[in-house]
């Protein structure tokens, strides 16, 4: 608490300070040679370790602020004019540089993007295993952005259903607390369910990061097998409103809009979205997960049906204001994310038993500070802080008594000769009769304050504080509302990284070490009537942990464009506060009991291109990893010898466990091949052996698990992309791109023991879409067929993903307004 207390109160000491050193800004006018005005030109200015880039408005205008006094150079490129540099003194509040270029024929585009390396390029090159998805064509088409996340390298989806449903991420082996998923920079968890990478339209992002292992100073965190970073769209550049519609199978509807304004005198921004969500998710199951008991008893499997009570519907809406480039702030947002959703639970952990009349509603509302700026208080210095305050709350509601199939009638049973609807043994879907209401708060603050102590050599100190007060609110038994269970759980990181360019800038390296400090408490009362009178028993149990981690990055520009990355860490990772404490509305049970878990992981790849030759381009990726956890933090499977396959039904529940040690080692690659900047294709595969290596049981004798593999993980993966762009298509300047993508999945068991009735097959789906820009620019159209060939796909514990889905899609933006 008093480290909280002392780091709010140097924030507030930093943020609170008025002076700062001498920044003025330049502007000017760029023109051809025939004094025409450059449009769209790209001008950067560079200096010692600082670059600011621009491009030129309708009148050849630019614009360039908040820059400090010194000397730069200019860098002015156009494709129809050769580049042109010009040094440049900046010693006053203001600088006009007007200055023409000579036009010549079309010049390559990629020239530039060498010279100026792109947000994608600097990550790939800093030494981390990291892909770089980005969004720019897929915005446009029907697709979300875990679809999005599970046809990259290395990256799996574990989703239980459609639209709405629970998900977690496997990167590698690595899954649950292990990955980090962060929105900017700051834990999506902090968000709510409502607002999540599931209904996040892909209109709203600029980019993501998918890192494996080590992550970079900004994400910092109690992580070890990787993280991924959304990062949303932040140009205010120019005012726009871009607006989309989409309707699809299973009467899916998705709406979402976005909107950017900026007052050039002041730098007042406005950045705002919204998004609404409506499916019925009814799609046909027919594989061996989905039942039909008969009112004997005999279960018939499969059975083809339909799932229903499974309608999920979401809104959501953000919205900052703030500041950029003044000379107070880079950057300086407020803001405000809201969301709610509605989503039916149809059935437990399997698909056997299904639910009619379990659901949960969520909200959240968060309110956000972002702030950057480099050279603060004195040169070479740069702070920024991210920081929200989130209010969620979940009520589930679980009262119907009867028990159903999968053709949406009630089970029967025989008494005294009737067939009559079977009862639940509890009074509800999944155990006993349920009304609740979870209720959080939860603070997220991160802050990272660096400086260039010698040029290329940057140190950083980092520090993450987050807390959740959780309180659970029993609204069916009136007793027991006046005695909510409440839990806390908060946690401090410290962590300093050392980030050096050495031998001429081809030697990259990024050292880490980091202190963290986990506290949690939690207060219930176990409430007992005996003759009409309450016995009230509070119990309070705190615990508190520790632990030091390290890790280091490296990145050798070899020859060209070969670049060598490696990368290690040993760190611990906190079981977080859903798996301490459950949650019912994803069939998670608590297990206070949990340890943190240890992983000791190393890297090693190469990262090669883009190659160019003619029309040509190809790049290469490919990276070896070896991690190796211990008390490793997982979902609960259970062994063969405890359920049979007929009592396959009953696994409705599960929790969060400390697995013991296990290894994973593999291997994951990319090619990716692109022909005159029309024929863009990729293929990627991964492939693990991630097994459990905990050689004794408790009672000191052969482990019978052991060398097994982790069940309930799919461990072999193969994604394949193909796009065509046609020009001038039906319409002079329209554009029209073609797609196709096939995924395929590896059998695995989800049962310890591997019976052979627990394998989820082998999985082949296949995917097809087009787009169609029209001349204007503002309109594009795009149909998209998922599951082309209808097969059966399959995710956790057997549960039976979508079948083939038609979906179209309507995008629209407008601009040069205001």
């Not at 007042?268 to 009814?282: E, K, P, V």
């Not at 995924?743 to 989820?760: A, L, N």
């Not at 993903?801 to 309507?810: A, D």
């Amino acid at each position: 608490m008093f480290l909280t207390k002392k780091y709010s109160v140097i924030l507030l000491f930093l943020l609170s300070m008025t002076v700062f050193s001498q920044t003025g800004s330049i502007n000017g006018v760029v023109t051809f040679d025939n004094n025409d005005p450059v449009l769209g030109a790209y001008v950067a200015l560079k200096g010692n370790s600082f670059i600011k880039e621009a491009s030129t408005g309708v009148g050849g205008d630019f614009s360039l602020k908040a820059i400090p006094y010194g000397k730069y150079s200019l860098e002015i490129y156009s494709l129809n004019a050769k580049p042109k540099t010009i040094e440049v003194i900046l010693n006053s509040s203001q600088k006009t540089i007007n200055t023409s270029l000579t036009l010549t024929d079309f010049q390559d585009l990629d020239e530039i993007l060498v010279k100026t390396k792109t947000a994608k390029k600097k990550i790939e090159e800093g030494g981390f295993a990291v892909s770089i998805i980005e969004t720019k064509e897929a915005s446009l088409r029907n697709l979300t952005t875990n679809e999005l996340l599970d046809r990259s390298v290395g990256v799996r989806i574990r989703q239980n259903g459609g639209i709405g449903s629970d998900v977690e991420y496997n990167l590698n082996g690595m899954s649950g607390s292990t990955i980090g998923i962060f929105l900017d920079g700051l834990e999506i968890s902090t968000y709510g369910q409502s607002f999540n990478l599931n209904n996040i339209p892909t209109s709203m992002i600029e980019r993501i990061e998918v890192y494996k292992g080590v992550l970079p100073s900004h994400l910092t965190g109690d992580y070890a097998g990787g993280a991924i970073n959304v990062i949303l769209k932040k140009d205010v550049s120019q005012n726009n409103i871009t607006l989309a519609t989409s309707y699809g199978s299973f009467n899916t509807t998705q709406s979402d809009i976005g909107l950017t304004l900026r007052e050039k005198k002041t730098g007042l921004s406005f950045r705002g979205s919204a998004f609404h969500i409506y499916t019925d998710n009814n799609y046909e199951t027919w594989g061996r997960s989905t039942t039909y008991v008969n009112y004997l008893g005999q279960i018939t499997r499969p059975y083809r049906a339909k799932r229903f009570n499974n309608i999920y519907k979401s809104l959501g809406g953000r919205f900052e204001v703030g500041f950029t480039d003044t000379k107070w702030a880079d950057q300086f947002f407020i803001g405000y994310n809201g969301s709610s959703n509605y989503k039916e639970i149809p059935h437990g952990t399997t698909m056997a038993v299904p639910y009619v009349g379990r659901f949960n509603e969520t909200e959240a509302r968060v309110i956000l500070l972002n702030y950057s700026k480099n050279n603060f208080l004195t040169e070479n210095l740069s702070l920024k802080i991210n920081a929200a305050r989130s209010y969620r709350s979940t009520f589930l509601q679980d009262t119907i008594g009867i028990a159903y199939n999968w053709d949406g009638t009630p089970r029967e049973v025989i008494e005294y000769g009737e067939r009559v609807p079977l009862k639940t043994l509890l009074g509800g879907q999944q155990g006993e009769k349920t009304i609740t209401n979870t209720d959080r708060k939860i603070t997220n603050m991160r802050s990272n304050l660096g400086y260039m102590i010698a040029d290329s050599h940057r140190i950083s100190l980092n520090h993450k504080y987050e807390a959740t007060d959780r309180e659970d609110d029993d609204l069916l038994n009136e007793i027991n509302q006046d005695y909510a269970t409440v839990s806390t759980i908060s946690q401090n990181i410290i962590s300093i990284n050392y980030e050096a360019e050495t031998f001429n800038r081809k030697l990259k390296t990024n050292l880490l070490g980091k202190y963290t400090y986990n506290h949690t408490s939690q207060t219930e009362y176990d409430i007992t009537t005996t003759d009409g009178v309450n016995s009230i028993v509070r119990n309070d149990t705190v615990s508190t942990n520790s632990n030091f981690g390290y890790g280091g990055t490296l990145s050798y520009n070899a020859v060209s464009d070969l670049y060598i990355i490696a990368s290690t860490e040993n760190s611990y990772v906190s079981p977080s506060e859903r798996q301490l404490y459950g949650s019912p509305e994803t069939n998670i049970l608590p297990n206070t009991q949990l340890s943190p878990e240890k992983n000791i992981n190393y890297n090693l790849g190469f990262r090669l291109g883009a190659l160019e030759f003619n029309k040509h381009k190809v790049s290469v990726y490919a990276n070896a990893f070896w991690r190796n956890g211990y008390d490793k933090i997982t979902q609960q499977a259970v062994v063969e010898s405890e359920i049979e396959e007929e009592a396959e039904a009953d696994i409705q529940v599960t929790r969060y466990v400390n697995l013991g040690k296990t290894q994973a080692r593999g291997f994951e690659a990319e090619i990716i091949y692109i022909y005159n900047n029309r024929l863009n294709t990729s293929l990627n595969f991964s492939k693990f052996n991630n097994v459990f290596k905990q050689e004794v049981d408790e009672n000191d004798n052969a482990h019978s698990l052991f060398g097994q593999q982790v069940p309930n993980e799919p461990f072999f993966t193969i994604n394949g992309n193909i796009q065509y762009r046609f020009n001038n298509i039906f319409q002079k300047k329209s554009i029209l791109n073609t797609y196709y993508t096939i995924g395929f999945v590896g059998e695995y068991y989800t049962v310890w023991g591997q019976p052979e009735w627990s394998k989820t097959p082998s999985q082949v789906s296949h995917d097809v879409g087009l787009s169609y820009r029209f001349p204007s620019q503002k309109l594009v159209a795009s149909i998209d067929i998922k599951n082309l060939f209808n097969a059966e796909i399959y995710d956790n514990f057997a549960i039976q993903k979508p079948g083939r889905g038609i979906y179209f899609k309507l995008n629209y933006i407008i601009s040069k307004f205001l």
